[in-house]
């Protein structure tokens, strides 16, 4: 039996005698750091979106139209019939997401699809993705780590992320991520299985222009790759990223059939369908 993780974790820093912060900390890491891009400052997302792609997504050209060609996902029969019964749901109303539960997170690559503000810390160590909407928290290690074997990897829903730095290039690699059943990469409809695996490069096209591209790779579910891209703009100096819980002032919960609501300010029920 898989022990927890907080025992895994003791068990380890017991028996190296010094706290694991330590140990991974690295003498270059100050000089490293100088060399950091300027990721910093609140950011929007400009373009992309999931249902969404580009031939040219992993090329980084800041030519790319603003809103990219709307392409269908190379599914296999199998998620194709999914995909097609999923938007038969949404044509019904009837098609639930699963952070409007409130206090799921959104998973790894949907993070980057969600509507609010982000923040950007790049470390030489490691680099976050901070998302204002719900608790969506995305650690991308590069501190030199491969991913866990088989036996040490359980599914989250950012999954396992290790990368490198190719100049100003960030490069990473993820697996490991919950697939259909427990997140959605999009309200249109779009699943992957657990076997999702993404591979992701991001880096400046303009000083406040954040190009995303990746290529989503599915032996489940996809024929082929499907490359997608995003941008994002950083907002004017000094902009707040605050947090917030969707369950504050709810007016959108949902019923046991998948049925999304909308209650008026006294909480009454306003739809008018069934």
Request: glycine share 8%.
């Amino acid at each position: 039996m898989r022990q927890p993780r907080t025992a895994v974790l003791l068990a380890l820093v017991l028996a190296s005698g010094v706290p694991s912060f330590a140990a991974a900390a690295k003498p270059s890491t100050a000089h490293a750091a100088a060399s950091m891009p300027d990721w910093s400052g609140a950011w929007a997302r400009a373009s992309g979106g999931f249902y969404e792609a580009s031939p040219g997504a992993t090329a980084f050209d800041p030519k790319l139209p603003p809103h990219s060609v709307p392409t269908h996902p190379p599914y296999n029969a199998k998620f194709e019939a999914i995909f097609q019964e999923n938007l038969k749901r949404i044509a019904a109303e009837r098609y639930p997401d699963p952070i409007s539960i409130c206090g799921t997170p959104a998973g790894w690559p949907r993070l980057l699809g969600t509507p609010d503000a982000y923040e950007f810390v790049v470390r030489p160590e490691q680099t976050w993705i901070l998302s204002e909407n719900g608790p969506n928290v995305m650690r991308i290690y590069t501190d030199g780590r491969g991913h866990p074997k088989p036996d040490d990897m359980w599914l989250t829903y950012t999954g396992n992320n290790v990368g490198h730095w190719d100049r100003d290039t960030l490069v990473f690699d993820s697996i490991g991520m919950k697939g259909v059943g427990s997140v959605i990469l999009g309200r249109g409809g779009v699943v992957m299985s657990d076997k999702l695996h993404v591979s992701t490069r991001m880096r400046l096209i303009a000083p406040d222009r954040l190009m995303i591209a990746m290529v989503l790779d599915d032996p489940d579910a996809l024929t082929a790759p499907w490359p997608l891209t995003f941008t994002f703009t950083r907002l004017p100096k000094g902009s707040w990223v605050y947090d917030y819980a969707c369950a504050e002032n709810n007016r959108n919960p949902i019923r046991p059939d998948g049925k999304t609501l909308t209650l008026d300010t006294n909480g009454k029920v306003v739809d008018t369908s069934p």
